[in-house]
């Protein structure tokens, strides 16, 4: 998830045209390979077949998601599920943040950029809670990074010295 913050690295420009719509969006975060560092999964559980992009309608919208390619199974699959960054958990133990790819995006977005909660607030019109809870998300993930490293690190010496 290092990556996510460090593909950040563009104009403010440029990342308002990636934002602009959810299919631009999916596309982006696609095109980073954001989905398999986050550790996607690609295979459905009811045949173990692989699984495509696939364009859904709904309600007027088109969204992408994971279909499988086995001719009987059509299982689907959101590029949400079993992915702890991109399905925010509520405080009520939900899964679901009620806020599109985009505007999670954003968020995070603006975070890379050390601004100030009040900031983002103001810029995005999302409550203080929303905020919060995004910022102290890409904080703990930021964190775990380090301690992941460290511990590699530690390992990789103890491994040496023996």
Do not use: H
Not at 37 to 44: G, Q, S, T
Not at 90 to 113: C, I
Not at 123 to 145: A, F, H, K, P
């Amino acid at each position: 998830t290092q990556f996510i913050f460090y593909t950040f690295n563009m104009l403010a420009k440029d990342f308002y045209s990636i934002i602009s719509s959810d299919e631009s969006t999916t596309n982006f975060l696609i095109r980073k390979m954001l989905w398999q560092i986050m550790k996607m999964p690609n295979v459905p559980i009811k045949c173990g077949s692989g699984m495509n992009l696939y364009l859904r309608n709904e309600r007027g919208k088109e969204r992408r998601i994971l279909r499988c390619k086995r001719k009987g199974c059509q299982t689907t699959q959101s590029l949400r599920k079993d992915n702890a960054f991109w399905t925010f958990i509520d405080k009520n133990g939900r899964l679901n943040s009620g806020l599109s790819l985009s505007q999670q995006l954003e968020l995070v977005f603006y975070w890379t950029q050390g601004l100030s909660n009040k900031t983002i607030m103001a810029l995005t019109g999302r409550s203080s809670n929303t905020v919060c809870d995004w910022m102290n998300l890409c904080r703990d993930i930021q964190y775990m990074e380090k301690k992941s490293k460290e511990e590699k690190t530690t390992e990789k010496i103890t491994k040496y010295y023996e």
